[in-house]
Structure formats: C-alpha cells, structure tokens
C-alpha cells in the first residue's frame, strides 16, 4: 500500500513541516513535532513491512512443507508463482506426490529464469530445458483435473476447476512474459539470432482438455 512507502511517508512529513513552520512562532517547534510524527510513521511503516516479510516467509514454509521438505532457493523470487503454487493446494489432498512434484519443477524453472538472465547458463543451451519444465508442469496442472471429485465444490464450498482453469491460465499468461524476457534478453544483449519456437505446438502436444466436462480453455500458450 501507497500509504506504507518510505517516498511517500517523507512527502506528507515534508508538506506538514510546510504548513506547521508557515504557522508556528517558532521553528524550533514545528521541527520537534516533525520529528515526533516522523518517528511514529516509521515505526508503522517498519513494522508493517515486517509482517509483510513474516507472511510471505510463512507461505514459503508452506511450499517447502508441500513440496517434501526441499528446500526454496528460487521459487521465493517469484510471488506471482509463489501465490499461484497456494491457490491450488487442494491437489495436495488427492495426489500429494503429483503436488510435490509441480512444486520442484516450478522451483526449477525460477532457477533457470534466474541462471539464463544472469549469464550462468548460457541461454542457447538451456532455454529449451526452461520451456520443456514450462510444459511439463502445464501438463502436470491439466492432469490434476481428473483426480479431483465433483463433490469438493458441495463439500467445502470451492469450486476446484475454476480455481484450477484460473491458475493455468495466470500460470501460462505470467510464464509466456518470462518467455517473452529471456527472448528480449537473447536478442538484444546476447547477440544470439535464434530461439526455439515457443508458440506453436503439435495438436496433441497437451491433454486434451476440451473434452472435460468443463472446456477448459487458456487465452495464451
């Protein structure tokens, strides 16, 4: 939030001083003042990013726990993946193991993202292996379809394939901009002419999954 940032907590302080030294006889005054609400807003603003800190620290745990005790090196650089990982914990409940394993990969395909773009793999060797890790998972999430049960909407009030449809979907949107990144990247200031197709795949190349019950369907690939 706006009101938590540094930058702004320093203009609201400067604009009071404005106002305060304008209409106080003394200087002096308005500085100690400045200097008590100053103190407090920072306190907030400290202890506020704390929390923030605490929480997402907590949701890492979380996916630690989930994902057989291994260890988060990379993933934890990513919230976006991060809070996509959480929204389907469900999986955990029917195939833990399937779960797990979509947790280590995403955990790989950050370490990746994170090695290619600061030159410790070198991008023409490895970005099929990142695009291949991409794929697996999106198959991976698409067959966690069918080992959910209709009833867990009923049961729990969660509807699994919305929510599942939805972070394919944000999972496949947000991965196709780390796509598009390593691709600016190549190009750009690796000189390197040339990348594996991303775009287009085989007919069968995923499960089909417009023949589920529910058509998923994503907007991008």
């Known amino acids: ?20 030294s304008n ?18 807003y920072f306190s907030l603003i400290n ?28 993933l934890n650089n990513s919230k976006t993946l991060v809070s996509l990982l959480l929204n389907i ?8 193991a399937r779960y797990s394993s979509i ?19 070198d991008i023409k060797q490895h970005f099929s292996t990142f695009t291949n890790i991409r794929n697996d998972i999106i198959n ?5 379809y069918i080992i959910i049960p209709s009833k867990l909407k009923f049961i729990y009030n969660l509807n699994p394939y919305e929510e599942l449809k939805k972070t ?9 901009k780390m796509i598009m990144i390593i691709e600016k990247y190549a190009y750009e200031n690796k000189d390197i002419k040339y990348l594996d197709d ?13 023949k589920t019950p529910n058509n998923f369907s994503v907007d991008v690939f």
């Open 1 to 20: 939030m706006i009101i938590y940032n540094y930058y702004f907590a320093i203009l609201i302080l400067a604009i009071i001083f404005f106002f305060i």
């Open 23 to 40: 209409k106080s006889p003394s200087i002096l005054i308005a500085i100690i003042i400045i200097i008590i609400i100053g103190y407090n």
């Open 47 to 74: 202890n506020y990013n704390e929390d923030l800190k605490s929480n997402y620290k907590n949701q890492i745990i979380t996916l630690e726990t989930d994902g057989n005790n291994e260890k988060i090196n990379y």
């Open 89 to 96: 914990r469900f999986i955990k409940v029917f195939d833990n």
């Open 103 to 121: 947790i280590t990969k995403t955990e790989k395909l950050m370490k990746y993202y994170i090695f290619m773009l600061g030159d410790r793999y």
């Open 140 to 144: 991976d999430l698409y067959s966690s």
């Open 168 to 176: 394919i979907n944000d999972f496949i949107k947000h991965t196709r």
């Open 198 to 210: 991303t775009k287009y795949r085989p007919s069968n190349y995923l499960i089909n999954y417009n």
